[in-house]
Antibody, heavy 120, light 106 residues
């Protein structure tokens, strides 16, 4: 059974930093691309970042480029999202999701999400 | 950026009805289109990928179609558990983009 469990969410001040983790199990983690998607309170889904299976290529939404960094540890089956220079409008539930291919495809499995609140 | 437009934003329907949700892409995305269902307090769940392929465990009453820029999702006979928000997403171009969602309410 595929399982994705996010952790690391919480309260941060504007300009602060947080690191989200996503522990993966039930599939060969190193063979699949992964992605982060967020959802602000009462709003729709917004894609944030993606990374290929090897970690060699990363992609970012314009809204987070230069502030967020996606990475993965294929030896530990963990996906990360380092969030710096946080803004109030980064407040959201952050979901990690497995993509269906090595570098491409739809999101076939999702975690339950981690809440990030940015407030002074 | 590929803009995904879903309509309507909210649809009031009754159990047993047949309903079609619309998703339109601002440029040709082939069949690189997925549909997700999200219930309150839950993560999204994959329904359809490749515009028309049902994900594992998804009932046959859900059907997707289309290619290029127009992608309808049809639910043939609404069940109580189908009342949720539905999102389409294109994965043909970066950045990946979602539609704004359609909420099915009773």
């Amino acid at each position: 059974e595929v399982k994705l469990v996010e952790s690391g969410g919480g309260l941060a001040q504007p300009g602060g930093s947080l690191r989200l983790s996503c522990a993966a199990s039930g599939f060969t983690f190193s063979s699949y691309a992964m992605t982060w998607v967020r959802q602000a309170p009462g709003k729709g889904l917004e894609w944030v970042s993606a990374i290929t299976d090897s970690g060699s290529t990363t992609y970012y939404a314009d809204s987070v480029r230069g502030r967020f960094t996606i990475s993965r540890d294929n030896s530990e089956n963990v996906l990360y999202l380092y969030m710096n220079s946080l803004r109030v409008d980064d407040t959201a539930i952050y979901y990690c999701a497995k993509r269906s291919g090595h570098s491409y495809g739809h999101n076939d499995y999702w975690g339950q999400g981690a809440l990030v609140t940015v407030s002074s | 950026e590929t803009v995904m437009t879903q309509s309507p934003a909210t649809l009031s329907v009754s159990p047993g009805e047949r309903v079609t949700l619309s998703c339109r892409a601002s440029q040709n995305i082939g069949t690189n289109l997925a549909w997700y269902q999200q219930k309150p307090g839950q993560a999204p769940r994959l329904l359809i990928y490749g515009a028309s392929t049902r994900a594992t465990g998804i009932p046959a009453r859900f059907s997707g179609s289309g290619s290029g820029t127009e992608f309808p999702l049809t639910i043939s006979s609404l069940q109580s558990e189908d009342f949720a928000v539905y999102y389409c997403q294109q994965y043909s171009y970066w950045p990946l983009t979602f539609g704004g969602g359609t909420k099915l309410e009773i």
